[in-house]
């Protein structure tokens, strides 16, 4: 696959499918690039470029401006926050990547499937995650969202004492109570999801703002921000790379349904989101945000977000931004290399509506935060013999 920055005013990811003999050959992605949210800071004194980032911002605007912040504070040396503030902070961060996924999981995924959106039902949680922000709220509004979680989403799997052996077992537990249950149904009824080459890319662990300045340097090359590796690799990022573990998701790693287990890791980051929020900072679970100084003048953040790791260089000079990079989850996912691109070349054959389906299916679960645009080419080449 090959990924071309589109114009920064477009705002619209396209997707240039090329088939050849009823396949997916190989994918052009054309992602808005973050440049000039950059270029727009620069000259700022901090608080005003976090005001502006913030309404630039197009996902996750509280995440980008607080670790823009943290960043900013890291470069001038500036004193750590108190406890009471990290706190806050955290608390507001998993309200925003809740709410991300309610509507991703309410609305966006139950319509790409032919279901009715749940639109009543999210609206009550997002008035309450966008404007309940007291630590007395935030303890009660973790609850509900632990509540809709067990009781509405997987109901089947809290109600059983054994967890499901096949994939027969998870759509029966999947189906029993669930909002999303037909909707997982439909995913794992579509069949396996596979890269064509067999092997999906690396998963992105988790890391601390100092190990990322351990591992990019002071400040990132250009090839970096626009194409982020790890030990060189391309490497997916998100809820999947963060609930890869967990016993549910593996099963459905196992057999191949990768898409269904994106889906079913933003189920589990949804309740991980409800319970920082009532119990934030926690000794088992790293922070969302934190922040390093990278050099003389230079600071570093890191955050993670409902669709994945965000990371942030600051230049300072002067009390004011003289440079900015920052590198979005979209990044790591729509790599020339990465999840998106091997997920979307197949090795059946296909119809046009099919592949389209299915490359709209594996964006939605990769997220790249804006529209996004799909379009199929037909190339001109020779037929494949058949055996």
């Not at 980008?64 to 943290?70: N, P």
């Not at 999906?200 to 590796?229: K, M």
Request: net charge neutral.
């Amino acid at each position: 696959m090959q990924q071309q920055p589109s114009g920064d005013d477009e705002g619209v990811v396209r997707i240039t499918a090329h088939r050849r003999a009823n396949r997916i050959v190989r994918t052009t992605v054309a992602i808005p690039g973050s440049a000039a949210q950059s270029r727009r800071l620069v000259g700022l004194d901090p608080a005003a470029a976090v005001d502006t980032l913030a309404t630039l911002a197009t996902h996750s605007p509280r995440a980008h401006a607080l670790a823009l912040g943290q960043a900013c504070a890291a470069a001038q040396g500036n004193a750590a926050h108190d406890h009471a503030t990290l706190v806050a902070i955290e608390r507001e961060l998993a309200a925003e990547a809740a709410d991300t996924h309610l509507r991703r999981l309410l609305i966006e995924w139950p319509q790409a499937l032919g279901h009715d959106a749940r639109h009543t039902r999210y609206n009550e949680f997002h008035r309450r995650l966008t404007t309940k922000t007291d630590p007395a709220s935030c303890f009660e509004l973790g609850g509900d969202v632990l509540d809709l979680v067990a009781r509405e989403m997987l109901a089947g799997f809290f109600n059983r004492i054994r967890m499901p052996h096949n994939l027969a077992e998870f759509i029966e537990r999947a189906d029993t109570g669930s909002i999303l249950g037909a909707v997982l149904r439909d995913m794992i009824e579509l069949g396996p999801s596979q890269p064509s080459a067999g092997r999906g890319v690396a998963i992105l662990g988790t890391q601390t703002a100092a190990a990322w300045v351990a591992t990019i340097g002071t400040w990132p090359s250009d090839e970096f921000v626009a194409h982020p590796t790890f030990a060189g690799e391309p490497a997916e990022t998100g809820p999947l790379a963060r609930h890869a573990a967990s016993p549910l998701v593996r099963l459905l790693l196992d057999r191949g349904h990768r898409l269904s287990a994106r889906l079913f890791s933003k189920i589990i980051d949804l309740a991980d989101c409800a319970s920082r929020m009532r119990y934030p900072l926690t000794d088992d679970v790293p922070p969302l945000l934190d922040a390093s100084a990278a050099g003389p003048g230079v600071g570093m953040a890191r955050v993670s977000t409902a669709r994945g790791v965000l990371l942030c260089w600051v230049r300072m000079e002067g009390g004011c931004i003289a440079d900015c990079r920052i590198v979005p989850a979209a990044a790591w996912n729509f790599h020339p290399e990465g999840a998106f691109c091997r997920e979307a070349c197949s090795s059946i054959d296909e119809t046009p509506e099919a592949a389209l389906r299915r490359l709209s299916l594996l964006a939605l679960a990769l997220d790249p935060s804006v529209p996004y645009r799909i379009e199929l080419v037909e190339e001109a080449g020779k037929r494949r013999k058949r055996a």
